[in-house]
C-alpha cells in the first residue's frame, strides 16, 4: 500500500510565503509525475503546478511567477513554495503521484494526499 502524506499548511497573512511538502511511502518501486492541485470554497479542484521525472515543471497561468514545484526523487517528495500569497490563495491544497508499485513495473497508479488547508488573512 502506498501513503501520501502532506505538510506545511497553515495561516499565513497576504504577502506572506508559505512551503507545502508531501511525501509518499510504502510499497513504491519509483514514481512519475507528481502535481499539486486546489480547491476554493465553493469551487472545483484545479490543477497548480505539475513536475515530470525529468523536473520538466509546468505551471497554470494565475499563479505562474509566485508558485515554485520541485521534486526530491530519492525521496519520493514533491514541494510547492508559494511567495507573495494573495487571500484568493486560501484552499486545501492536494499533492497527486504517480506510483510503480514494487514487483509490479507494468502498474501506474495515482496517489492523492490527504489535503492541506491554506488560509491567507488581509
Known amino acids: 500500500q502506498v501513503q501520501l502524506v502532506e505538510s506545511g499548511g497553515g495561516l499565513v497573512q497576504s504577502g506572506g510565503s508559505l512551503r507545502l511538502s508531501c511525501t509518499a511511502s510504502?510499497?513504491?518501486?519509483?514514481?512519475?509525475?507528481m502535481g499539486w492541485y486546489r480547491q476554493a470554497p465553493g469551487r472545483q479542484r484545479e490543477l497548480v503546478a505539475t513536475?515530470?521525472?525529468?523536473?520538466?515543471?509546468s505551471v497554470a497561468d494565475s499563479v505562474k511567477g509566485r508558485f515554485t514545484i520541485s521534486r526530491d526523487n530519492a525521496q519520493f517528495t514533491v514541494a510547492l513554495k508559494i511567495n507573495s500569497l494573495q487571500t484568493e490563495a486560501t484552499a486545501d491544497y492536494y499533492c497527486k503521484e504517480g506510483v510503480v508499485p514494487g514487483g509490479q513495473k507494468y502498474r501506474y497508479l495515482k496517489y492523492w494526499g490527504q489535503g492541506s488547508l491554506v488560509t491567507v488573512s488581509s
Open positions: 513536475i515530470t521525472t525529468d523536473g520538466s515543471t
Open positions: 510504502g510499497n513504491i518501486f519509483t514514481v512519475g509525475t
